[in-house]
T-cell receptor
Framework: NAGVMQNPRHLVRRRGQEARLRCSPM?????VYWYRQLPEEGLKFMVY????????ESGMPKERFSAEFPKEGPSILRIQQVVRGDSAAYFC???????????FGPGTRLTVL | GNSVTQMEGPVTLSEEAFLTINCTYT??????LFWYVQYPGEGLQLLLK?????DKGSNKGFEATYRKETTSFHLEKGSVQVSDSAVYFC?????????????FGKGTKLSVKP
């Protein structure tokens, strides 16, 4: 059973470009969580999604960030008009239903030049 | 608000030494507590958890006890190995049902020398 997959593992963007981060949950998991880790910081919750629904986006910045988890395909975290402060590691986790058991992907390291 | 504070690293130990990584928390209500481990180049893995006061979580020789009176969840291992070198994250979750994201500490990097 493959684990949570994220791609790309490393992403470089120039200021003003768009970044798209993908997360494929474990087979059978319909709950996805996105976290961001800034340098020298712990992971910070961003958004919690179930298939086709955003359940909790209390950690998402109000502008430029959006997330989706369509009926088919991976979950996407989209950052428009990236700025240097968006440089971070973005982790995705999935669970079968109970938030306690979250399985994490390897992360995407975003660098904004 | 809810938060987790864990000891800053890096922590460097010799093989077979005793390990303690301190973790304290602030939370409204009654949180569940977790330790996650991140090996180089990999995602976070759940190491152990405890869901109520006085519970002890244990796995792979690691253990931590949920202490409500001191709001702590310190991670311990009696004899570390080189393969334990990783970053360890303490985390909590409040809320029930489908609510309740994880709140993490900043992580403690452990290096074990042979």
């Amino acid at each position: 059973n493959a684990g949570v997959m994220q791609n790309p593992r490393h992403l470089v963007r120039r200021r003003g470009q768009e970044a798209r981060l993908r997360c494929s949950p474990m087979k059978g998991h319909s709950h996805v969580y996105w976290y961001r880790q800034l340098p020298e910081e712990g992971l910070k919750f961003m958004v919690y999604l179930q298939k086709e629904n955003i359940i909790d986006e209390s950690g998402m910045p109000k502008e430029r960030f959006s997330a989706e988890f369509p009926k088919e395909g991976p979950s996407i975290l989209r950052i428009q008009q990236v700025v240097r402060g968006d440089s971070a590691a973005y982790f995705c986790a999935s669970s079968p239903g109970t938030p306690d058991t979250q399985y994490f992907g390897p992360g995407t390291r975003l660098t904004v030049l | 608000g809810n938060s987790v504070t864990q000891m800053e690293g890096p922590v460097t130990l010799s093989e077979e030494a005793f390990l303690t990584i301190n973790c304290t928390y602030t939370a409204t209500g009654y949180p569940s507590l977790f330790w996650y481990v991140q090996y180089p180049g990999e995602g976070l893995q759940l190491l152990l958890k405890a869901t109520k006061a006085d519970d002890k979580g244990s796995n792979k020789g690691f253990e931590a006890t949920y202490r409500k009176e001191t709001t702590s969840f310190h991670l311990e291992k009696g004899s570390v190995q080189v393969s334990d070198s990783a970053v360890y994250f303490c985390a909590l979750r409040v809320g029930g049902g489908s609510q309740g994201n994880l709140i993490f500490g900043k992580g403690t990097k452990l290096s074990v020398k042979p």
